[in-house]
């Protein structure tokens, strides 16, 4: 079975800190994606990967950036936290772009305080 | 840009009784994809469609493409308290990443 792997569970940092959002997969995907979640706006895209060192906005990229130094890992970082970027945080990855599912992590429900 | 619109937002239904949801796109889509995230949980991929009318079903569930490839539909025949969970449809408007409706939240009552 594909494995999405996200680093936590559960997170609490203070306002201004700087975080780190790991998520790691198993199955040799090209892309991974980033997502939030919140009650009512449904999952929203913040930077997805097609490659190795490649990197690419979505749809609500600021205060974000990401790093794919490894195939098989994508980090997203809140340069500094905000409180509204208390979300649950969705890592996904797939084979394609267009005809293949998404394979999602169990997400991070970060809380900034 | 592109929008995915789904509806309703959220359905309670009575145990034995039907329940659909409905997807459409601004913009033609390559395919559809279907979730399903339980509570608590993350999405977990249901079905994709391709082509144009296309109808799969799995069990109680029947998924419907439309002919213009702009809107789709998920059907769940007598529903049952597995079911509960929010049901997000998702297309890639050409070589993009997916973009998901906001789900419809399904609530079945014993």
């Known amino acids: 079975d594909v494995k999405v792997t996200q680093s936590s569970r559960y997170l609490v940092k203070r306002t201004g800190e700087k975080v780190f959002l790991e998520c790691v997969q198993d199955?040799?995907?090209?892309?991974m994606f980033w997502y939030r979640q919140d009650p009512g706006l449904g999952l929203r895209l913040i930077y997805f990967?097609?490659?190795?060192?490649?990197?690419e906005k979505g749809d609500i990229p600021e205060g974000y950036s990401v790093s794919r130094e490894k195939k098989e890992r994508f980090s997203l970082i809140l340069e500094s936290a905000s409180t509204n970027q208390t979300s649950m945080y969705l890592c996904?990855?797939?084979?394609?772009?267009?005809?293949?599912?998404?394979?999602f992590g169990q997400g991070t429900r970060l809380t900034v305080v | 840009g592109q929008q995915v619109m789904q509806i309703p937002q959220y359905q309670h239904v009575q145990e034995g009784e039907d329940f659909t949801t409905y997807c459409n796109s601004s913009?033609?889509?390559?395919?559809i994809q279907w979730y399903k995230q339980r509570p608590g949980g993350h999405p977990v991929f249901l079905i994709q469609?391709?082509?144009?009318?296309e109808v799969k079903k799995q069990k109680r569930l029947t998924f419907q493409f439309g002919e213009a490839k702009k809107n789709s539909s998920l059907h769940i025949t007598a529903t049952q308290t597995t079911d509960v969970g929010t049901y997000f449809c998702?297309?890639?408007?050409?070589?993009?990443?997916?973009?998901f409706g906001k789900g419809t939240r399904l609530s079945v009552i014993a």
């Open positions: 996904a990855s797939s084979l394609g772009t267009e005809t293949t599912e998404a394979f």
């Open positions: 199955m040799d995907h090209e892309n």
């Open positions: 990967s097609y490659d190795v060192k490649m990197k």
């Open positions: 913009t033609t889509l390559s395919n």
């Open positions: 469609l391709v082509k144009s009318g």
């Open positions: 998702a297309g890639p408007p050409g070589n993009t990443p997916l973009v």
